[in-house]
């Protein structure tokens, strides 16, 4: 049995009360789950299933969708050993949208959550130092959320404008 079927298995069947989908593309697999225990599901892959790297977390939106909730946070883990990807895809509500930290994983983490707490306003409890990384603190909304403007609110006019200096 491989890495990922393996690991597959292990959520399903320890956590089957938090599964809700699933599949595979590409030969990668994911999980789907819901937030309540995402802590102790990727704890299990990282300690059972040697997914000692967090190759990536970010969030997607499913708006009008059909979706489960409006929000997935995505956790893209990597097995050195195993040479292997494991997906796994944390449903967030729009009403809400808050999950645990994954912070005591992994050092990653917190800078990953700061990023999606900036562009998609998914709030991460427990987290450390939760607040915008890329937009100034006084940013109105989230850019990256399907219902935000393409040409954004207006707040581009309020950025400071420098020009170089034709002096000397």
């Keep these: 049995m491989d890495l990922q079927q393996r690991s597959d298995e292990l959520v399903r069947a320890r956590f089957a009360d938090q599964v809700v989908g699933g599949g595979e593309h590409a030969g990668q697999r994911w999980v789907e789950v819901k937030r309540d225990r995402i802590v102790d599901v990727l ?6 299933c040697g997914f000692e790297m967090l190759m990536d977390l970010t969030a997607t939106d499913w708006l009008d969708k059909g979706m489960p909730e409006r929000f997935a946070v995505v956790y893209q883990l990597y097995s050195l050993a195993g040479n292997g990807y494991f997906r796994v895809k944390a449903w967030v ?17 917190p800078f990953a959550e700061r990023e999606v707490f900036d562009m998609f306003g998914i709030r991460f409890r427990g987290h450390s130092d939760l607040k915008r990384i890329l937009l100034p603190d006084h940013y109105p909304g989230f850019p990256l959320r ?3 403007p393409l040409t954004g609110n207006g707040e581009r006019y309020d950025f400071p404008k420098h020009t170089k200096s034709q002096e000397g």
Aim: charged share 40%.
């Design 43 to 48: 704890r299990a892959l990282r300690d059972e």
């Design 93 to 109: 509500p729009e009403v809400e949208p808050e999950i645990d930290t994954i912070g005591g994983l992994w050092k990653a983490a």
């Design 146 to 148: 399907k219902d935000y």
